[in-house]
């Protein structure tokens, strides 16, 4: 027999002899009223865990992570305000039913079960996910979306509550968290072991250290075991009860009245602290994993039925009818009822609309607009006190790094939402000083040093972004990215597609990254691989190639992610920063003036050099600046061709693309990213099928970037750019 129906046969026959398994007695200060609607959300878990389970083995359910075992994280989310944001765990349904009960009880109407079932079903009616996944989550609860995440929330949690301090100096627009908001994040004693996991406490300890505010309460739900693994006994306590700057609750997650009581003692010290907590649960896990899981196999079954006989709904009818709330008698018919309701429910549940096609699948990934209250731009004022002696200088030609640096100064003057995030981007200014004297200019809250962890940056950025404010994170190095990519795949891009737009992060990623720095740095700052980046649903990739595009390109990026609610990755070439001349040395014909305030560069235009028809040359980044220099050299040899910039990696610009090599007798592709993987290979298959014009390309080989004098020996040179230009036109050298 399925351990499901052990379980609830074992209920209904202890209830009603009210054979209880020994515990404490009902202590604290639990109101009745409240004891009997956590039981009820534990009854509802229970009821449509064994529900999920039954709509699966109809075909008619997909989904069967369940929450049985867990329900103390009822009395959690009764200890708690239903305006505390709260990032869960999967196993965490208890928490969302009574926080929609604690929501009905104000006013404002929810239909928990029936929306639970929705998302077991897959329906399209699913008011948060909209049939795309099973997720927790609810706009109207406060609760982010999130699915079978294994920590990836952990880090977000950590910006959401830095954000509450800060919304209070400079309150956002959007501001979603109230002045006396807190924080929580749950998870399991397995993710705990994770390093997001790791490097998210810690960064939240490393925050409240230096007596920054960080209003955050961890919750580490402890069921012992991570699928089939055991935590070994007393590894959480061990590891968390004595971190410097947290402070660690415990309680027994199968006594409602003591995790009532030691929740509320959590959140009060966090709420006056505003300080972070642990608090560590002890609960069990029953059912197994999922429903495929026979726990069976990997447990002894005497372990197995040792975990159901200390059933916590079996402690909590026990606690009831002990501090005189309710009789076992009245337990178990709510139980029964209960279960009753629920299979009603699920059989009109399964049977509503499910997504059908790509489009109704995709709908979501792009997140909806954003009303604004209008900018008049930054004042003449604001300008001079901020940028003092620097305005006098805008009208001369200057680099790539100062003119960003004056670009992100203005978008902060004119947006007092934006907070930039990073390593050494404050004190320092950058590593390349793309971000000196600015947080002398806006101050170390909103120009915020960051501890050593890009998942830290990233995860910080995203929980800002879900209070109102537009982040602009720095990761020092591409090759740095790859630590916490699955920050921006698994959580900023999915976040409206599992939302149906209710939730969104928009936020700029600043990355310095490509090749070309001479004699410095090797791979790990010369990364010229994009393939994990360009495949994110939704993600807008903008890569700009001298100062004064740069600028604009940033300027539109921030429109994008402000107004649209995109979410943008703005990748620096680092060769460039400093690149002064074109052709000859002191030529200048790389710097560029500073462009007017009001100057964007639209999203998916590409921008062209030069008018020739003989050769059209695609490329981008560092990409340009070469074909530029061979331009000039092909113009020599009788090759008249034009340096289009795509500017925008992804999605391509197709249409102003292929509108501007249209009249071309040939295009040649330059890719300084990899053979295989790299931009390339999407444009050879783009020119391929909307095409008639002989194209080719010529790339970066499929290798890593040395240090020394072979700094550039894999990517292409100018020189290749004439030869490959020569060979694909037919002319000769």
Known sequence: MDRAHIVHDNFLRRCAQADFPAGNPPAGTLDPAMAVSIYRSGCVTRALDRASRAMQAQGQGFYTIGSSGHEAMAAVAAALRPTDMAFLHYRDAAFQIQRAEQVSAAGMGQTITWDMLLSFACSSDDPISGGRHKVLGSRALSIPPQTSTIASHLPKAVGAAYSVGLAKRHPPQHRHLPDDAIVICSFGDASANHSTAQGAINSSAWTAYQTVPMPLLWVCEDNGIGISTRTPTGWIAANFSARPGIRYFYCDGLDMYETFRVAAQAADYVRKRRKPAFLHIRTI?????????????????????????????????????????????????????????????????????????????????????????????????????????????????????????????????????????????GRKGGVYGVTQKLAARFGRARVIDTLLDEQSILGLGLGMAQNGFLPIPEIQFLAYYHNAEDQIRGEGATLPFFSSGQYTNPMVVRIAGLGYQKGFGGHFHNDNSLAAIRDVPGLILACPSNGADAVRMLREAVRLAREEQRLVIFLEPIALYPMRDLHDAGDGGWMHTYPAVSDRMSF??????????????????????????AQKRLAEKGIDARVIDLGWLSPLPEASLLEAVGECGNILIVDETRRTGGLAEALMALFTEQTDIPHGRLTAEDSFVATGPAYAATMPSAEGIVDAALALTGARA
């Open 285 to 425: 896990r029953l059912y197994g994993h999922a429903g495929a899981d026979v726990p069976t196999t990997y447990m002894a079954k005497s372990d197995v039925e040792a975990e159901e006989a200390d059933d916590p709904l079996l402690h909590s009818a026990r606690l009831l009818g002990e501090a005189g709330v309710l009789p076992h008698n009245a337990a178990l018919d709510i139980y029964i009822s209960t279960a009753a309701r629920v299979d009603r429910i699920a059989q009109e549940a399964a049977n509503r609309p499910r997504l059908q096609t790509a489009e109704q699948v995709m709908a979501s990934i792009i997140p909806p607009r954003r009303e604004h209250a209008p900018s008049g731009g930054p004042t003449g004022d604001a300008r001079a006190a901020a940028f003092g002696s620097d305005l006098k200088q805008m009208d001369q030609p200057q680099i790539m790094s100062r003119l960003i640096n004056w670009a992100l100064t203005d978008l902060m003057l004119e947006h007092g939402e934006i907070a930039l995030m990073g390593e050494d981007i």
């Open 604 to 629: 998916g235009q590409v921008r062209v050099h030069g008018a020739g028809r003989d050769l059209a040359i695609v490329t981008f980044g560092n990409g340009t600046f070469l074909s530029m220099k």
